[in-house]
């Protein structure tokens, strides 16, 4: 009309009106959509908030600590609360061992060793050192270091937290003689003096202090792997000099000498009254 009319219908007022009347659709449509937007902004946070209001477990298993109630609020600031301890797997477990720092250098990984716990002291567990760290721990001037020893349990006898004690296989012998490590640590009585003294009248009449007991010699090869142990020849000590191997702590391997299986060694004596 505008075009046919030479501009002069409708009026430039009218004209304007109405253009302004299609800017204001377009801003209330352009608002409606954006209206929907915050809606649907408010409606994902809303379901966010929902989805975080229950605490789900990352994995599968046996809870060992807990540390939250149910309904309980939960608030993460600068370090995330720690709410559950959980075991994903009890078949397979670790157990720290605390090597004293004079055994340590004989423990490898792949060494076998075995544990007793309180709740079995009749069985023995096998495990297998799989870590040995090289961080020391110093408990009352005692310095140790953590070795880690891999479990099977898959009869679930074992759980977190016992107390076990550990021996670690360093080293094997077959077939071996084994003497008792008191054999090893026996040394004969220093003899007597057979001599009285014969002194006079007035030495006999005083008091004398008392006369030392005899007294075990040293054994000066006690640190070597040469040492000597006692038997019984016609009823006197005849010495056996050996040469030790390894050790348990109560047995001691002989790797050479006259001692034989079955043969008997002095380990102590007895005084005669």
């Known amino acids: 009309v505008r075009k046919l009319s030479d501009g002069k219908m409708p009026s430039q007022y009218d004209y304007d009106a109405q253009k302004a009347v299609l800017a204001r659709a377009k801003a209330d449509e352009a608002g409606a959509k954006a209206s929907v937007s915050q809606a649907q902004a408010t409606v994902d946070a809303n379901r966010s908030d929902l989805q975080k209001a229950v605490v789900h477990s990352p994995v599968n298993g046996i809870v060992l600590e807990r540390t939250v109630e149910p309904g309980q609020t939960v608030a993460a600031m600068f370090q995330s609360p720690v709410l559950f301890t959980l075991a994903e797997d009890l078949t397979q477990m670790e157990l720290q061992a605390d090597v004293d720092e004079a055994d340590i250098g004989q423990v490898k990984e792949g060494q076998d060793a075995s544990f007793t716990v309180d709740a079995y002291p009749d069985k023995i567990f096998p495990a297998k050192i799989t870590q040995v760290r090289f961080?020391?721990?110093?408990?009352?001037?005692?310095?140790?270091?953590?070795?880690?020893?891999?479990?099977?349990?898959?009869?679930?006898?074992?759980?977190?937290?016992?107390?076990?004690?550990?021996?670690?296989?360093?080293?094997?012998?077959?077939?071996?003689?084994?003497?008792?490590?008191?054999?090893?640590?026996?040394?004969?009585?220093?003899?007597?003096?057979?001599?009285?003294?014969?002194?006079?009248?007035?030495?006999?009449?005083?008091?004398?202090?008392?006369?030392?007991?005899?007294?075990?010699?040293?054994?000066?090869?006690?640190?070597?792997?040469?040492?000597?142990?006692?038997?019984?020849?016609?009823?006197?000590?005849?010495?056996?000099?050996?040469?030790?191997?390894?050790?348990?702590?109560?047995?001691?391997?002989?790797?050479?000498?006259?001692?034989?299986?079955?043969?008997?060694?002095?380990?102590?004596?007895?005084?005669?009254p």
Request: proline share 8%; aromatic share 2%.
């Open 135 to 272: 961080g020391s721990e110093t408990v009352e001037g005692v310095v140790t270091y953590k070795t880690i020893l891999s479990v099977d349990n898959s009869d679930l006898k074992l759980r977190h937290g016992m107390t076990a004690t550990a021996q670690i296989t360093v080293d094997r012998r077959d077939n071996v003689v084994l003497i008792p490590n008191a054999a090893l640590r026996f040394a004969p009585p220093a003899e007597k003096s057979e001599k009285e003294s014969d002194g006079m009248l007035l030495s006999k009449i005083l008091p004398h202090p008392p006369r030392p007991e005899s007294t075990p010699r040293g054994n000066p090869n006690a640190n070597s792997k040469e040492q000597q142990v006692w038997t019984l020849k016609n009823g006197q000590l005849a010495p056996i000099t050996i040469t030790k191997g390894l050790s348990d702590g109560k047995m001691t391997e002989v790797i050479s000498g006259d001692v034989k299986p079955g043969m008997e060694l002095v380990t102590d004596t007895t005084a005669v």
